[in-house]
């Protein structure tokens, strides 16, 4: 089957906005609420939750144009973008065992690519 560099792109923006929706949610959790319902009702929260709702939604659309090994290699990104994003928002520091990790999906994603 042949690759379609934009469903490709496509999928790969999806990750992103997966990525982002699980920062949003972490962030979230660190702060204190005065009850259960400001705690799960609150904006940060609610567009967290549509962007992973959507996020599903592009990738199963952008499904038509690669195939379907490809897509377990394309959503390991997220593991990327996770650590990433942390990293400039959460203050996280990347080091160590998360490094070699990391380095770990970026080569495995490059042995994919290259066979």
């Not at 949610?25 to 705690?39: G, I």
């Not at 994003?85 to 160590?96: N, Q, R």
């Amino acid at each position: 089957m042949r690759v379609d560099l934009l469903d490709m792109l496509i999928f790969l923006a999806a990750v992103l906005m997966s990525s982002i929706s699980q920062i949003l949610l972490k962030k979230s959790a660190q702060q204190e609420y005065e009850n259960k319902v400001k705690e799960y009702l609150n904006v940060p929260v609610v567009i967290a939750y549509g962007l992973l709702f959507c996020s599903s939604f592009v990738i199963v659309l952008a499904y038509r144009g690669i195939p379907l090994n490809m897509g377990p290699v394309l959503e390991a990104t997220g593991y990327i973008w996770v650590s990433i994003l942390g990293a400039i928002f959460l203050k996280e520091h990347i080091k160590g065992k998360k490094m070699l990790g990391l380095l770990v999906i970026i080569i495995g994603i490059f042995i994919f690519n290259i066979s």
